[in-house]
């Protein structure tokens, strides 16, 4: 088990920055960010590995950087260039595998607007 600790929404321009952190209770091999809109899916945004190796959606590539600091068990989301397609709220997850089957772990999550 593993507890996972968003902070770093709020409102934010169009064009403009904000890095969204997650925390976790201790180590695990892969964690990422997810996010949903009202009335939409839940949808992956990034996700990264212990060691370092990354994945983006094709909506997000060029504008978002994932990356974490393994010492501290946190990964971090700095979004560029924000959307207001990009207002959600944002999910921190991690999963790991036991026993042959994905465990999966979710943050509280944490509301990012984007509106001038």
């Known amino acids: 088990q593993v507890q996972l600790v968003e902070s770093g929404g709020g409102l934010i321009q169009p064009g403009g920055s904000l890095r969204l952190s997650c925390a976790a209770s201790r180590s695990i091999n892969r964690m990422g960010w997810y996010r949903q809109a009202p009335g939409k899916q839940r949808e992956l945004v990034a996700r990264i590995t212990d060691g370092g190796n990354s994945y983006y959606a094709d909506l997000v590539k060029g504008r978002f950087a994932i990356s974490r600091d393994n010492a501290k068990n946190t990964v971090y989301l700095q979004m560029n260039s924000l959307k207001p397609e990009d207002t959600a709220v944002y999910y921190c997850?991690?999963?790991?595998?036991?026993?042959?089957?994905?465990?999966?772990?979710w943050g509280q999550g944490t509301l990012v607007t984007v509106s001038s």
């Open positions: 997850n991690a999963d790991e595998i036991v026993a042959g089957t994905w465990r999966v772990y």
